[in-house]
């Protein structure tokens, strides 16, 4: 029972206020032939001074290419080293790790014309792959409970850059 304590007295200590925020975004995905818009939701923990850990989440609307659609989404754990540009503006370098699926669908299709009879089936195909994430960003706080972002990121498995700006409630 004293051990239980303790450690919900460490947690509690370690959690100071302003040093976690939850948020939400949008983002565009760049790419050659498919290049969709997404939200996401986050959170943030800085737990150490200037090194902030996040869990974000982005699902990106399904876009039809060619005769296929495609639909795509992302879980990612990210590493911040927060740098002061200003007593309200914060730059930071950004690697992590993503959990990627990608998701193609194609419908049965037919084509006919005086000589030619083509029929297509369709089908579907999922694949979920793990990626690195290189970039960064930069913060503005509104105040002492909210803040805007921005931020550019790479990422190695879809080979695509993402642009996103975001709003966070800091607590």
């Known amino acids: 029972m004293m051990l239980a304590a303790f450690v919900m007295m460490s947690v509690a200590a370690m959690a100071q206020a302003g040093t976690q925020a939850v948020g939400v975004g949008l983002n565009y995905g760049t790419k050659s032939g498919y290049s969709p818009f997404g939200v996401g939701v986050k959170y943030q923990n800085e737990f150490v001074k200037n090194i902030r850990g996040e869990v974000a989440f982005n699902y990106y609307f399904p876009k039809d290419i060619d005769y296929e659609k495609m639909s795509f989404y992302d879980i990612n754990l990210n590493f911040h080293y927060l740098f002061q540009l200003a007593p309200k503006c914060n730059f ?40 690195v994430n290189l970039g960064g960003g930069i913060e503005y706080y509104l105040g002492n409970s909210l803040k805007v972002n921005a931020e550019v990121k790479y990422q190695t498995w879809v080979e695509w850059v993402t642009i996103g700006v975001g709003l966070s409630y800091v607590f």
């Open 92 to 131: 930071y370098p950004a690697v992590g790790l993503s959990y990627e699926s990608a998701h193609v669908s194609m419908e049965s299709m037919s084509y006919e014309d005086d000589d030619i009879q083509i029929e297509v089936e369709g089908g579907s195909n999922t694949e979920h792959k793990l990626g």
